[in-house]
């Protein structure tokens, strides 16, 4: 058994797993009343805790957000994907080497994967789209990005963000050059490793008539992970997994003669020894994290 594996999984990390244990991810006291199961967790106040977190990364600078008027809180980006489908009545188009989710379930007709143009919609149907950034399969900058966002003008389509905070680019991601993207979505899993207390945020540019909308309007939303997240965020900076582990995430490229990902979990390789690790045949990516965990 080799100790990488196919899926995305995120660094255990001590420090933020400390906090988790010992403070709560942010305070001692987990209910607002002894003798009651009561969270509070303001959602604007939130909501405002994780905008000011993406926007104060260094290593991976988006101009633009400021447009997207209107945000939800979601459980995570698996929860935004689906939320996203429902804004589009015409197919979901996706990409081979993205997220599996899309292309999971056998009877949904409506999602397709392809690296065609999408069909035209007609003034009733609007298609729907999702794409990663960075690419799920590389955990890169999508190399023909500009290419994808012209032939996808006629779409709905929702930028995927997980990766952010486990991913540096030198380059700023102009949204204000894609008119196309209304909608993206940021989850915490993937740097806190915390896949089990999921929580994540979209932003659009439209308000959205949609399950995640009703479920924010109704405040049936889960203020315990939301609590325990804006701790972790006040504490650890987004820059954080990143910064402590390339340098183990190189090394251990050298030592495996593959490419190292500018997402910090993976490693990269063409090389059919690796073939048990392909993302649709676009690349064989290994998941590094409990190599470099240790």
Known sequence: MTPYTVGAKPILDDDIHKELVYNIGGGPKLFDNDNAMHVSCNNDEFKGE????????????????????????????????????????????????????????????????????????????????????????????????????????????????????????????????????????????????????????????????????????????PKLNMKIHAGLMKKFSADFIYEKYRKEQLKLCKKLDVTPSDTVLFGLSDDPKWDEYTRNGVINRLCLSLCIQN
């Open 50 to 221: 994780f905008l000011n977190w993406i926007d104060n990364s260094t290593l991976f600078k988006i101009k633009g957000l400021n447009k997207f008027k209107h945000s939800y809180i979601t459980l995570g980006n698996t929860q935004a994907i689906e939320n996203h489908y429902n804004i589009s009545n015409g197919r979901v188009y996706t990409f081979p080497g993205e997220y599996p989710y899309h292309t999971s379930f056998k009877e949904n007709k409506r999602i397709r994967m392809t690296d065609k143009v999408p069909m035209p919609a007609g003034p009733y149907i609007k298609h729907g789209s999702v794409l990663s950034y960075p690419f799920a399969a590389t955990g890169n900058k999508p190399i023909d990005f500009d290419e994808r966002m012209k032939f996808l003008d006629n779409t709905n389509v929702m930028l995927d963000l997980a990766y952010f905070g486990i991913y540096y680019s030198p380059d700023v991601l102009d949204l204000t050059k894609y008119p196309q993207i209304n909608t993206v979505a940021f989850s915490l899993s993937k740097i806190f490793c915390t896949g089990f207390l999921r929580i994540g945020i979209v932003l659009s540019k439209e308000e959205r008539d949609t399950p995640v909308a009703m479920l924010n309007n109704w405040n049936y939303l």
